[in-house]
């Protein structure tokens, strides 16, 4: 590890209109958010993966989406399925 | 949106574990579509790993989106603190032990001096109230515009005097030219102790004279009936009473029976008019008045026999009343002061009598009245400052010592931090982490230092208080003492962790998770040559010295106090009070009364003597005036002091007569007017002649004239007053031939064989049979009596006492402890050096010598600033120089004693080590 860890994504705020971007399309796992931004981004933009949670975790604490419960492959409960929040869809211009 | 963060935070456990599912989730889809691509399956799962990145961190910056990171990380490190702590319960038991005391005694001073200093008088506003006072230049010349004075003053500095007490007429003159200024103008003045009757029962009360305004001014509403009003306070109203509400419960069962009430204040009768609330104790939180009356009463209670009070009214230098006012909004005290001193100082100035008087005319002075007068104050400010100035020596000698303690604990953690450090933990991180775990501790120890407090206020009011029945400092633990105690346990907490953790977080990370053990090079922390534990033990060593000095300094002067040469007896003596003339008794059969109450008390089987005084001999000011030899001009300014007593006075106090005789039965009304005087007197007025047979003229003050006496005898010297100082010049007079003033309130002593105090209700039944309307007061043995007298002495040495011993106990475990913990450092060279060769006495010495080295610096520390510091105790000294060489070497020896016992235990564990052992344990 040579450089200290970020404590905010080098393009702050950019990540989260991406993924914002990407959920208003479809529903989503995490784990599927990063193809669509490298697509939407031409793939010019690799975005280590882990990034996502923290932006993930910031978006729900503010409001703009939210998790659904589902099934892991592991059979737990857990909030996976992301989405955007009614209200927030309608600010998205989708319906 | 705070809220969603509160409900965050309430399921962050779960959320946590749900993230890092998920986290897992994406990583384990990555990897299977890794393995599609082509990979093997770990290789999917490491390149899998590898895209998503650090996972910890992830995990970790995704948690702080919704909690404070910093909130988070104080939990971890507290959680973390408590475990540590658990893991050494024997060093948290102790630091916590020592916390609590030490924060516990510092916490019952901060409520003694927020109760003396701080609290307000129970009335509404009390901001908005002024006191006013009055300052002279004090010139032993004595020409003062003050011809007679009856209260307080103070000295104020060396050549300046203070007093609250003023004229009638300025009371007035101020009242009629302050409307603008003060919203209200009232005086008071203390009645003393007088009888009060009621319900059949006769006791003694204090109470207070209040001018009309007294009650509007202060504005309190009763809690029963009606307070006194203007109108009340005119000659010829209809005498009323204020009870106070502890005083109308005690005499007539509960406060709303006593209006209506009808009870005889020294046989003059009063009605009752209503109560003061609960709570309410007048401007003086050193004396709670029982109960109030206006002013204008004291014509019919003529309390000081012969004096003219309605002359009193119109006397311009008579000075007895006390004024407060109330300040209108907007008016500051400097203000009133500006508008009112000049014409204070007019009016003063009209009232001398000549030049002299002039030229050191009193200026008024308003000051804050909030707090109440300060003669509690100014009793014990300066005591209990002393006092946190010792306690928190001792605090800092406990955080010392766990600084110390914690010094080695770093140590032994090195290991744990260089990893730490190692793995990217941030410095600052680190220190606030040992921070947390200090702050943690004394908090612990803060809160238990509240059970130690409330015992220490216990224990402290009644030293203070030592019996009497007025102790009127009521310190209990409020907010704001408890808020000061918290803020004192976090500054202890942070002291005594500062250095600690600066000094275990740098450290060199290399060669710590190399050594297992302690090496020499990199393990101590050094200030140039001196290690921070050294310097730690030295300070310690330097303020016990302090302490043991103060405690030798107190206690030299109690013991000198203890000893003093009384000139009489005081076994077995038993003393109490009573006032005939307030019950109502007249001369000349007053008289009559006490000498057939002395002869029946005589009469008691057990006791060995009787006699009577006035006033008291000890504990009580005395009276006096110009007694000089009769034909001869008495000097201005040179008093005798004056005691009246009864017959065989001198044979049961045990005063020896030097020449001629004491009083007896052959000293009776009408017969030879006699006197005795003391050798003091003697010296002073009849130096080198014989003084029997001469004859000296007691002067009194109008409508008495003078009066001729013989002298008949000669005693030995005796207090009489202060028990300090030399021996007074002492004129005894008999108080059945009318030579002094007429009689009033008789102090009983008798000698008793055995405890004085099994007598007490023969005493009483005696005085029920002669007169039931007279109270017997005021009981004690002349022993409690002279301990009252020099109590403040009594609680200096005792507390002293108890400091420095504990101070001692405190420096010596710290001692232990650092010498026990360099030995254990020191195992292998010291095994090498026996394996050289060295004698085990030879170890024990170089153990000794390291000792004895930190115990001379401290003392080289210790010694002047000793010295320095006693200047500020000198007042509360007795026959003791502050610089006394006794105490500092009494101090020093026993300093070095418990050293040398303290640094014992390791010297001989070093010298007991195997040296085959102590090289192989590298």
């Known amino acids: ?95 | 949106m705070f809220l969603r963060r509160l409900k965050y935070w309430k399921d962050s456990a779960r959320r946590s574990e749900a993230l890092r599912e998920e986290m897992e989730l994406h990583i384990a889809e990555r990897a299977a579509q890794l393995q599609e691509d082509g990979l093997t399956p770990e290789g999917a799962r490491a390149e899998a790993r590898r895209q998503f990145g650090n996972v910890s961190l992830k995990h970790e910056a995704s948690r702080e989106v919704w909690m404070l990171r910093h909130w988070l990380e104080l939990v971890q490190d507290v959680r973390y603190g408590l475990r540590t702590m658990a893991a050494n319960k024997t060093f948290s038991a102790m630091a916590i032990l020592s916390l609590a005391l030490g924060i516990g005694a510092n916490t019952a001073i901060f409520s003694f001096m927020d109760s003396l200093l701080l609290r307000s008088l129970p009335v509404s506003n009390p901001e908005s109230l002024a006191m006013l006072n009055w300052r002279a230049p004090l010139d032993r010349g004595r020409d003062s515009v003050v011809h007679r004075g009856s209260g307080n003053i103070w000295p104020d500095g060396q050549s300046a005097r203070m007093a609250g007490i003023f004229p009638y007429p300025a009371f007035e003159l101020i009242r009629a030219n302050s409307a603008g200024l003060f919203l209200s103008v009232f005086a008071y003045r203390s009645t003393g102790n007088v009888n009060v009757m009621a319900r059949g029962q006769a006791e003694l009360a204090s109470g207070e004279f209040v001018s009309g305004d007294y009650f509007p001014g202060l504005a309190v509403s009763p809690s029963a009936g009606r307070l006194i009003i203007p109108d009340d306070d005119r000659v010829g109203a209809p005498a009323i009473a204020v009870l106070s509400y502890a005083y109308s419960q005690r005499r007539f069962g509960d406060a709303a029976s006593a209006p209506g009430q009808s009870i005889l204040i020294n046989n003059i009768p009063f009605s009752v008019a209503g109560v003061t609330p609960p709570g309410f104790f007048g401007v003086d939180p050193a004396a709670a008045p029982d109960f109030y009356i206006p002013l204008r009463t004291n014509l019919l209670l003529r309390l000081r026999v012969g004096a003219n009070d309605a002359k009193d009214y119109l006397d311009q230098n008579f000075y007895w009343l006390e004024m407060m006012a109330r300040l209108r909004p907007g008016v500051s005290q400097a203000q009133a002061q500006a508008a009112l001193g000049p014409m204070f100082r007019q009016w003063v100035d009209s009232t001398a009598a000549n030049d002299r008087e002039r030229l050191q005319l009193p200026e008024l002075l308003i000051r804050d009245g909030a707090g109440g007068l300060d003669t509690l104050r100014r009793q014990y400010s300066k005591p209990l400052y002393v006092l946190l100035a010792l306690v928190a020596l001792i605090l800092a000698i406990a955080c010392a010592n766990i600084a110390n303690l914690l010094l080695t604990r770093a140590t032994a953690r090195r290991r744990e931090m260089a990893v730490r450090l190692s793995m990217g933990a941030g410095r600052l991180r680190l220190i606030r982490q040992l921070l947390t775990e200090s702050v943690l501790l004394a908090s612990i120890g803060g809160a238990a230092s509240v059970l130690f407090a409330m015992w220490s206020i216990r224990f402290l009011t009644f030293l203070l208080a030592n019996g009497s029945e007025d102790f009127t400092l009521r310190p209990d633990l409020n907010w704001p003492v408890l808020g000061a105690a918290a803020a004192l346990a976090l500054l202890t907490g942070l002291l005594f962790g500062l250095a600690p953790a600066l000094r275990a977080t740098r450290v060199d990370v290399i060669p710590a998770l190399k050594d297992a053990t302690a090496s020499r090079l990199g393990s101590r922390y050094w200030f140039g040559r001196v290690s921070l534990s050294q310097a730690l033990v030295v300070t310690q060593i330097g303020l016990s010295l302090l302490l043991l000095v103060a405690e030798g300094l107190f206690v030299r002067t109690l013991s000198n106090l203890q000893s003093i040469q009384l000139g009489f007896n005081r076994e077995d003596l038993l003393l109490f009070k009573m006032n005939a003339r307030q019950a109502g008794h007249k001369d000349p059969e007053i008289i009559t009364f006490y000498s057939e109450l002395q002869k029946r008390f005589a009469a008691i089987p057990g006791i060995r003597g009787a006699s009577a005084t006035s006033p008291q001999m000890t504990g009580q000011g005395t009276t006096g005036g110009p007694a000089g030899p009769a034909g001869v001009p008495p000097k201005p300014g040179v008093y005798a002091h004056i005691l009246t007593t009864g017959p065989d006075f001198f044979s049961t106090m045990q005063i020896p007569v030097r020449l001629g005789r004491g009083f007896d039965d052959r000293d009776r009304p009408g017969s030879l007017p006699v006197a005795v005087v003391n050798e003091a007197y003697v010296k002073t007025y009849f130096p080198g002649q014989n003084p029997l047979g001469q004859h000296i003229s007691i002067s009194r003050r109008a409508p008495l004239i003078d009066r001729d006496v013989e002298i008949i005898g000669v005693a030995a010297n005796a207090r009489y007053g202060a028990l300090k100082g030399a021996f007074r010049d002492i004129v005894y007079l008999p108080f059945n031939q009318d030579s002094y003033y007429p009689v009033e309130e008789m102090t009983f002593a008798l000698r008793t064989s055995g405890d004085p105090l099994r007598y007490v209700n023969t005493v009483r039944e005696i005085v029920r049979q002669a007169d039931p309307r007279i109270p017997v007061s005021d009981v004690r043995t002349q022993a409690a009596q002279i301990d009252r007298t020099i109590n403040q002495e009594i609680v200096f040495a005792r507390l002293c006492t108890a400091f420095a011993v504990l101070a001692l106990l405190i420096a010596c475990v710290g001692l232990y402890g650092t010498m026990a913990y360099t030995v254990a450092r020191r195992t292998s060279e010291i095994g090498i050096r026996m394996a050289l060769g060295a004698q085990r006495g030879t170890v024990v010495w170089m153990v000794l010598r390291e000792v004895f080295v930190l115990a001379a610096v401290g003392l080289a520390i210790g010694v002047p600033a000793a010295l320095g510091a006693s200047r500020f105790v000198e007042s509360f000294l007795f026959e003791v120089k502050p610089n006394s060489p006794a105490a500092v070497v009494f101090a020093v020896a026993i300093l070095l004693g418990a050293v040398l016992l303290a640094g014992y235990a390791p010297a001989r564990k070093a010298s007991r080590i195997d040296p085959m052992l102590a090289v192989r344990h590298e």
Not at chain 1, 35 to 46: A, V, W
Not at chain 1, 56 to 67: A, P
């Open chain 1, 1 to 95: 590890m040579g450089c200290k860890p970020q404590k905010n994504d080098s393009l702050p705020g950019s990540l989260d209109l991406l993924i914002l971007c990407t959920l208003s399309r479809r529903d989503l796992l995490g784990y599927g958010i990063v193809p669509f931004i490298q697509q939407l981004s031409d793939d010019e933009l690799l975005v280590e993966e882990g990034s996502l949670y923290p932006a993930l975790q910031r978006l729900d604490r503010n409001g703009w989406i939210e998790g659904t419960w589902g099934l892991t492959p592991n059979n737990h409960n857990a909030k996976i399925c992301k989405k955007l929040t009614l209200a927030k869809s309608c600010v998205m211009g989708t319906e």
